[in-house]
């Protein structure tokens, strides 16, 4: 892949940028805020001892602290890249000594429910401008960050009616900055996209590896040997941060039950072809989703390398 | 990738192989038995004349023709790589003019129909032994072919019994000439297996698909847009060849309902967790997933490489 080219923004870049959770997203933001010269001091906050400690290791941040309070007085923006379920609770910490004029956003994978944790505990004087990268791989921790993770990905929006301007533009120049393209939408409809686009199918990953580890008549090893028929690019879904998804069921719950229903709809549909040997059903169905495929790599939002690039040795061969 | 290690096989190369059907699996055996040398003589039988054009540009083969009964009459050993569903008629064509000692073999996802197929058609002096080489890509046709595709996967041999051992030896030889591994196992016990490691991935990962693009609340472009989240994962299996995965729940359809109905009895105990707000239960089974990947990484089944190596740009830096 090419070096991302990272629009040039108008707006200067920030004075102080405070980070909170060091994870694969977090220390991204942090990365790619130092090499693209984003902002003129990084603050790091993390509950997490040794998530700290690498962090300094890394040189990740200017400053690198547990005192949530402490760490954001100083922040022009403050990026929350915690699990949603613990937003509410650090921005409350956060919030009495939050410069006026500051901004606050997030990077979770569920924005109305975020919305109502923050609401009630910020002041006036700051705004806040939900945000969401869709980007992000199977791994987890300050070590799996890199400088480039969002370049040419999506990164969503969700101001609430009535925000700010200035402050949303200070968010998007952060994500432009960082190499993603933004979009804005409003909290709910974000919800439901992501829960078809993302949610559900972890949902089904994480099932379907979890229904083949209990099966009697074919054991774990048969399962592991085999997984090159289709049953591995589940797995890589399903070995992502446990805590992270849990929140996330637990905080878009009815976008992922609504979205589940029409799974399970079309699935019964399918599942009669089979008992009934409809051929032509299943025919029709296997040709047409193959558009949406093409689609997704010419957006470029996927390669079209073979199998992801993946197992190919020497190809090029007649 | 390295360059595969092929072991050497003590068995003398074939005379002439035939392979019928020169999709991505057939042209993928000719392009690695001529690179590998495993047989003196190389005949594709395609019943398209567009891929037998292909086939004679791309020189996979010493003779190509339409006719698979004069094509199959040359040969020591017949690799059949039809659609399962078309396995039984062209053995039927060719089993005449088989020579007595010849060997047929197949591809095919499925075991036992094709054995039930297969077995009524052929002479006392021809084996069979139905074989499948769990590898593969998205991709179709002649030209998605290359030689090191079998390379470190598995091929399942499923010899009935009471097959010539040195029936079994001859494709056993072809296989681990082109880099795999070879296991035996009983034909029913191998659809078992392949229904939840690959067939019930497969129609998932289509059902998904399809309920993604019959949304009315979230646009296809939408969808596309931001499928980083998950969702792309499952349109790259979704964009398989359609006759093939046709054939393939048609044809194994006892395993395939059976597997379905646990996954389907699991998704209902999830998708109540859920609901309820059942947290434990979910950090549970996200949690205990990853250890089936990691196992399917140590097996040398996948790599690791985040998001398959794909869309990460300059790794490595703080």
């Not at 101001?159 to 900055?177: F, K, S």
Request: charged fraction near 20%; charge should be negative.
């Amino acid at each position: 892949m090419p070096e991302p080219s990272v629009p040039a923004t108008a707006a200067p870049p920030l004075g102080c940028l405070a980070i909170v959770g060091l994870g694969l997203i977090g220390s991204s933001i942090a990365r790619g805020a130092r090499r693209y010269g984003l902002a003129e001091r990084i603050v790091a906050i993390d509950a997490d001892a040794t998530v700290r400690e690498r962090v300094r290791d890394l040189g990740l941040a200017d400053h690198v602290t547990d005192d949530a309070a402490e760490g954001g007085a100083q922040a022009d923006l403050v990026i929350l890249c915690v699990p949603v379920g613990a937003i509410g609770p650090v921005v409350a910490e956060m919030a009495p000594r939050l410069r006026a004029g500051a901004v606050v956003s997030d990077v979770g994978s569920v924005k109305a429910s975020v919305v109502a944790a923050v609401g009630p505990h910020l002041p006036a004087s700051v705004a806040f401008v939900p945000g969401h990268p869709v980007a992000g791989t199977e791994y987890s921790g300050p070590d799996a960050g890199f400088s480039t993770l969002f370049s040419g990905r999506w990164c969503i929006l969700t101001p609430p009616e009535g925000t700010d301007e200035a402050a949303v533009e200070r968010v998007r120049a952060l994500w432009q900055g960082l190499g993603a393209v933004v979009e804005t939408m409003t909290p709910e409809h974000h919800d439901l996209v992501l829960a078809i686009t993302s949610h559900v199918p972890h949902l089904i990953a994480y099932n379907i590896v979890g229904t083949a580890a209990d099966l009697e008549a074919v054991t774990e090893s048969e399962v592991m040997k085999f997984s090159a028929g289709g049953f591995r690019d589940f797995t890589r879904i399903a070995s992502s941060d446990p805590t992270m998804w849990r929140d996330i069921f637990l905080t878009n719950r009815e976008a992922v039950l609504e979205m589940l229903g029409r799974f399970n709809e079309d699935l019964s549909a399918l599942t009669r072809a089979i008992r009934w040997g409809d051929g032509e059903a299943l025919h029709r169905l296997f040709t047409r989703t193959r558009a949406i495929r093409r689609g997704i790599v010419a957006q470029g939002q996927e390669t079209a390398e073979v199998d992801f690039g993946r197992g190919r040795a020497g190809g090029g061969e007649p």
